[in-house]
Each structure stands twice: as C-alpha cells, then as structure tokens.
C-alpha cells in the first residue's frame, strides 16, 4: 500500500492565505493521485477557532478528495469517539487546533462531516488486496504533557497489521534546547513507521530503527533556514519501505545572510539590493527573501532609513524582510551551535511557550494539575472573558 504523508496545511493562515489554499489543493490531489491512503499529522488549521469560510475552505477540499474511487478503507475503529466514514484519510489536530478542556476542534468538525477519520488517541485500520495497516495517533498536545500521556495511553502496535505511529510534537533532537521536548527513544517502541508534524521543514530520520518521516508545512510560516528546500509530501510504499518526497508548486523562500563586515566600503544598500536583484532572477514568480544582516565589527555608518526602505521598493516583485539576528536575544549565550540553529526552526509560538515556561518556573508559582502550558491554552480560549477566567481559576483550586 501506498501511503501519502501531509502535514501543516495551516489554512486561514492570513499572511499567505491564497498559497495555504492552492499548496493544500495540490498536495492533496497529487496525493491521492500517487496513493493509496492518506494520513495527515495535524495543523490543517492555523486557529483553533478558524473562520467560516476557512471551514467552508476546508469541507471543499476534502470534499473532493471523497468523490474520488478509493480502493482501499477502513475497516476497523479502535479507541475512543466514533467515525462518520471510511475513507482512507486519517487525521488528527496539531498544536494550532488543540484546545482547552474538551472543547471540540476544527479537525472534529471535518470528522463529523464525515471527510477524514479522526485518529486522537485511537486507531483505525485501513484494509484492502491482503494488507492491513494501523495507524494509531496522538494529537497535538503541550510537551510538557506529551510524555506524560505516551505513558498514560501506552501505544502499542497491533498483530498482523503494518503499524504507523502519528503525532504531532516538538522532537529534541531537531529543536535541541528544551529538555522536556520528547526524544526519539522515548517513542513508543514496536511500530514500523513514525509519522509527525509540527516541524516545517521536512525531516527523514530513525525512531527504535524504523523510518521517522517529517513532511513539513505545504506553505511559508516560520521562514527559517529549512524552509528554502521547497514544500511537498511523503509518499511511503509499506511493501518495500522506501519513500521518496514529492514536491509541489509553492512559493520560493531565500535566507540570504550577509556579513556587513566582508562587502568593505561598498554601499549597504547597494550591496543587499544587488543580492535582491540576483535572487529574483534566479527563482522567478515572486519570491520571500530574508535578509539576516550581521553588523558586528563594522565600522562603516549604515544608512538605517534606507535600509529599512527597501522592502516597499521592491514590494512589486518579492516580499522582501530585513533583520539582524536568527537567534532571539536572550537565547542561552552558552548554546552550543546545534542548540543555537535549532531556534531557526522554531516557531514564534513555541518559543514564547517557552518563555511563558521559563517564568513560571522561575517565580515558583503552582499551577495544579492543569499544567503551565494547558493553562496558557485555556487563557486563549475566545468567549466572555470573565467565563474564561472562572474557568481558568476552577481548574487551578478546584
């Protein structure tokens, strides 16, 4: 069986709303063009409370997938909630959905509409010519709970099936400098294959000696290093176990590093304006460009105000940002470089969770059993402000 591997759609994302649409749309339907099933490790939305016609966006698109001539199904649904269909699409909710309590998210509405089956915390086994495969998931939650609740559910593989493990989490080992991100030994062991979002740039490594296949976002988000290698999928043959990575049409990032020290007394601005000129040319359509400027040591007087002019000159023909740093200011200064380049590829949200970590557990203060990061979740949360609070506070003393 042939098995498609998507991830991180992040429709409504509202930065490039039209390309989180198209990118989705042609993943999707290439996917299902090369394979037999489909199985989607969270974040199809980038909110946990997307709008309308975002939903809307959403229904169409698996909608379509539906009407299509499957040959193989599920047969069997093993786990908690219940299952509205049987085709071989089978997703659960990343972090961007995951919401306080047992509130429902936007992944469950696609399930009750009967487009996708919702593996949280359970298992569905797709049949079809022989073979069977389990896929058993976890969705998104807060990793500081992550290991906690591998131990509570205990996943196991199931006889006589090829297993597929999917979840959606921060992994040590690509975003080394946060001791409670999980390890990938600490996975749970036995299955045939490892399958994860949450990560933007595509990932192939080993868990307990078996593939672990990260697809990355189909569309721009956190514009860091990883991200300039083009968006796509996994496709994985489970008879043979091999995959090969698929790309689709996406639109083109270039981090372009530029030490001001080494360019001499040329102009600043002429100089990262002719970097713009040559990338353009190089990638076509029109392109993001991160311009990550290194001014230590420089002597020469840097002209800030047209500097900070030039991305609305060439607003025309590439979205153009310019900054001074890829690590945060007050990322640890005894970092080692692997720990430092793993900041490249986190996501603003996570790294202020961190913080939001850091402080808590600086200032002593006891957050109960809902832990810091639910905590932050539930504060979220859109509705009457004071429900919010009541709610927040129930959770703590109750």
Excluded: C
């Excluded at 309308?52 to 786990?79: C, M, Q, T």
């Excluded at 896929?135 to 906690?148: C, N």
């Amino acid at each position: 069986m042939r098995i498609a591997i998507l991830s991180d759609f992040h429709l409504g994302y509202e930065r490039f709303r039209e390309d989180a649409f198209f990118q989705a749309e042609e993943a999707l339907n290439k996917a299902a063009e090369m394979s037999d099933a489909l199985i989607i490790p969270g974040d199809i939305f980038d909110n946990r409370a997307p709008k309308p016609d975002v939903i809307a966006e959403a229904i169409n698109l698996f909608r379509n997938l539906s009407r299509r001539e499957w040959k193989f199904r599920v047969s069997e649904f093993i786990g908690e909630g219940k299952i509205f269909t049987d085709l071989p699409i089978i997703a659960i909710p990343g972090t961007h959905e995951r919401r306080a309590q047992e509130a429902a998210d936007p992944v469950d509405i696609l399930g009750l509409a009967g487009l996708v089956v919702d593996v949280s915390n359970a298992t569905a086994v797709i049949q079809g010519n022989g073979e069977r495969i389990a896929i058993r998931g976890i969705g998104g939650i807060a990793d500081d709970r992550f290991k906690e609740v591998l131990e509570m559910e205990n996943p196991v593989p199931i006889d006589g099936a090829f297993n597929i493990f999917m979840f959606h989490e921060s992994i040590y080992e690509m975003l080394p400098f946060n001791e409670k991100f999980t390890k990938l030994s600490e996975l749970p062991k036995g299955f045939d294959l490892y399958v994860s979002g949450h990560i933007h740039n595509r990932v192939e490594e080993k868990a307990h000696g078996k593939m672990l296949l990260i697809p990355g976002s189909t569309v721009l988000t956190q514009l860091k290093a990883g991200e300039q290698d083009g968006k796509g999928f996994f496709v994985f043959d489970t008879k043979t176990g091999k995959h090969e990575f698929v790309g689709i049409n996406s639109r083109r990032f270039v981090l372009e590093k530029i030490d001001i020290m080494s360019i001499g007394k040329r102009s600043v601005v002429d100089y990262i304006q002719e970097r713009l000129d040559a990338i353009i040319k190089s990638t076509g359509g029109k392109p993001v460009i991160r311009v990550v400027l290194d001014r230590k040591g420089n002597g020469q007087d840097v002209a800030e105000m047209e500097i900070n002019d030039i991305p609305r000159r060439y607003a025309e023909r590439a979205i153009v940002e310019i900054s001074s740093s890829l690590v945060p200011e007050d990322a640890p200064a005894s970092a080692s470089l692997q720990e430092r380049s793993g900041f490249e590829n986190m996501s603003v949200k996570d790294y202020g969770i961190g913080v939001f970590l850091e402080k808590i557990k600086a200032s002593g203060a006891d957050v109960g059993s809902i832990g810091p990061v639910e905590l932050l979740d539930l504060l979220g949360t859109e509705g009457p402000k004071d429900k919010i609070v009541k709610s927040a506070l129930d959770r703590l003393v109750g």
